[in-house]
């Protein structure tokens, strides 16, 4: 029989409430009012919102300079299985009492990772079946589920891309053990990061072979667990850098063209992380745009980077215009596919508090309330969408459409030039698209 822990982690907070814009409650949300009803959904079921088990409950504010400062509760006992229970009572009482419906998970983030990977798979049942009877007690469900293949010592070569077939093998096994756990635990998705599928000098490196080990292995998971019955979508999440110097995932217009290339675009999505597109130099917008391009818009990691360093700071989402546009793209894509809004946020090192964890997952929740209730006004109320169509008008009629429609040769088309009559510039309008969203934040 399993025990459910009755020891409660956050006996000073109780349910987080909606109160609105005027309360000054830090424990309250201030936009997301879950049942609101915005574009014809409830703001819920657009964001579908998840915690990271790592950053919420794994990470302990560690960083390259020192050791935890955050040393919770739930961290106290030695032994795995006891630690992992504990906390996973942690985790359901925080998802639960923040109203959240969903969470995600690496394996080891769940259990600690054993000596042997036959060990690591029977710790990995056990607290499962625990799992899963706190998420048929709570409602809470998973988003997704992934492999940890980045931080054990064997990985430093790279996981699927590794050059040592021993290594490919193991990466394999786990893979299929936490494809076994996300289905025991009626995960909606899979995804894949490959924070170490890349490499640090092409010297040492034959890339064609390792990008082809890497398309091989994605088929072979996805047929693994289409077998086992998973009919969820996989997600692939780009990310151009760090831990490797050059990863294979750059960004979404590389990993689309990955996945077209061995075949795999019919399972799987992108999984967009806003510090990842940064870092790629790219904006959140443009990223969920691309992945929308290519009916590929599956979920997003929401997170937030940071102006003056370059790297994946993982703070949480608090940039109300960056979110805005990205959520013009997001309800223009038709919402996400599969997917929903994983907070891979974690608090800063010098975030102590127990209550620092639910005032963080309410300003995100409530910047992406906000944001998408200010999307949509634009969409729904704003010349916005009629200025951005006008400036493709002439494709509408006459021999623009033709173009469109394949109708008009190259010779055609210098005909057309030599006849036509002097070209008057056009204003793109930037300033004043500018000033639309920032007439309804
Ligand atoms: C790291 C990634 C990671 C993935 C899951 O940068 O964001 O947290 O989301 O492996
Ligand atoms: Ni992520
Ligand atoms: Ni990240």
């Known amino acids: 029989m399993i025990i459910t822990g009755d020891e409660e982690y956050f006996e000073d907070i109780g349910k987080i409430a909606f109160e609105g814009k005027d309360s000054d409650n830090p424990l309250a949300f201030k936009y997301y009012d879950a049942e609101k009803v ?27 300079f020192g050791t935890a400062t955050q040393n919770f509760p739930w961290d106290n006992s030695k032994d795995p299985t006891n630690a992992a229970k504990a906390k996973a009572d942690a985790a ?6 923040m109203g959240f419906e969903y969470y995600c998970f690496h394996d080891f ?36 589920g992934t492999a940890n293949c980045f931080s054990h010592p064997r990985y430093m070569n790279g996981a699927a891309t590794n050059p040592d077939f021993k290594v490919l093998a193991h990466a394999a096994a786990q893979v299929k053990v936490a494809l076994d756990t996300t289905i025991a635990l009626d995960g ?41 019955g998973f009919t969820g979508t996989f997600f692939i ?18 990993v689309i063209g990955f996945l077209r290339e061995y ?66 793209v997001f309800l223009e894509a038709g919402g996400l596919q599969g997917g929903g809004i994983n907070f891979d946020a974690k ?21 992406f309330a906000r944001a998408l209730i200010a999307a949509d006004q634009i969409l729904s109320s704003s010349s916005y969408l009629k200025l951005r169509k006008q400036r493709y008008a002439s494709f509408d009629t006459l021999q623009g459409q033709d173009f469109e429609h394949g109708k008009l040769s190259m010779r055609e ?21 500018e000033n639309i969203i920032n007439q309804y934040l």
């Open 38 to 64: 915005i574009a014809g959904k409830k703001l819920k079921d657009h964001f579908k919102f998840a915690v990271a088990y790592w950053h919420s409950f794994g990470g302990k504010g560690t960083d390259p």
């Open 413 to 433: 088309l210098y005909e057309i030039a030599l006849s036509q009559d002097k070209i008057q510039p056009t204003s793109g309008k930037q300033e004043f698209f």
């Open 188 to 228: 909606e998705n899979y995804v894949f990061w490959g924070g170490r599928e890349g490499y640090m000098s092409l010297l040492n490196t034959n890339m064609k072979r390792e990008l082809d080990h890497m398309g091989k292995f994605l088929g072979l998971a996805r047929d693994y667990a289409r077998m086992q």
């Open 263 to 328: 075949g795999l675009e019919k399972d799987f999505k992108l999984n967009i992380e806003v510090n990842h597109a940064t870092l790629a130099q790219h904006t959140f917008q443009h990223e969920l745009q691309v992945a929308a391009n290519a009916n590929m818009f599956g979920s997003i990691d929401a997170n937030r980077g940071d102006y003056q360093n370059g790297w994946d700071t993982d703070q949480f989402p608090n940039n109300l215009y960056e979110v805005t546009e990205a959520m013009l």
């Open 92 to 97: 359901f009482e925080f998802i639960t009492k």
């Open 347 to 367: 608090i800063r090192r010098n975030s102590t508090d127990l209550e620092d964890l639910f005032i963080a997952h309410i300003g995100g929740a409530d910047i």
């Open 109 to 144: 983030d769940l259990i600690q990772e054993a000596e042997t990977l036959a060990e690591s798979e029977r710790r990995l049942q056990e607290i499962s079946a625990y799992l899963k009877e706190k998420q048929e007690a709570s409602g809470v469900k998973v988003l997704w």
């Open 237 to 254: 999440e780009p990310k151009p850098m760090e831990p490797s110097k050059h990863q294979y995932d750059f960004d979404a217009a590389t």
